[in-house]
């Protein structure tokens, strides 16, 4: 199960609704709580640097990627997964996604964007040797970011500033 607090999933579906007739995506940031739920801490909105037709591609931008992962070193949290929008089209992935769907451990987000409106949202990981994408429950909370980040997190945050 991925827990994902509402403010969250709420930057998610802002940047979806934003981006819509075109695709969004972004990164999702968090901690894996054993024995086999992922929590959301932190979504980073990405650019989506596509080279390709924006209304039915995705990509996140490698640099903000990279950001990212330096930003996490040594912390609790991990990039846990990454979203992207379907705009007229259903939350499941495409054929197109499971071509591009490489990385075993990552979960994907997808969103529903109809007429503007983003309607659903669900959370996929790569199953059968990546060969399919299977869908895990995705729980929206009430809980604040923070006061689910684990303390050296918070600390890490201090240092920097
Ligand atoms: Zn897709």
């Keep these: 199960m991925i827990l994902l607090p509402q403010p969250l999933l709420k930057q998610i579906v802002d940047a979806a609704e934003a981006a819509y007739p075109e695709e969004c995506c972004g990164l999702v940031v968090g901690?894996?709580?054993?024995?086999?739920?992922?929590i959301?801490?932190?979504v980073e909105v990405s650019p989506n640097v596509t080279e390709e037709n924006i209304g039915e591609r995705f990509e996140v931008s490698p640099r903000l990627r990279l950001d990212v992962m330096r930003a996490l070193?040594?912390?609790p949290e991990r990039i846990l997964g990454h979203f992207h929008s379907h705009p007229d089209h259903p939350a499941q992935p495409s054929p197109r996604d499971l071509e591009r769907a490489w990385e075993p451990d990552l979960v994907w987000l997808i969103v529903s964007v109809l007429d503007g409106q983003a309607i659903h949202t669900t959370a996929h990981v790569l199953?059968?040797?990546g060969r399919q994408f299977r869908e895990i429950s995705l729980r929206t909370t009430d809980w604040q970011p923070y006061g689910v980040r684990p303390a050296a997190a918070n600390g890490r945050?201090?240092?920097a500033s």
């Excluded at 901690?31 to 992922?38: I, T």
């Design 73 to 75: 070193e040594g912390g």
């Design 157 to 159: 945050e201090e240092e």
């Design 127 to 129: 199953d059968g040797e």
């Design 31 to 38: 901690y894996a709580q054993p024995p086999q739920d992922l």
């Design 40 to 42: 959301v801490t932190r």
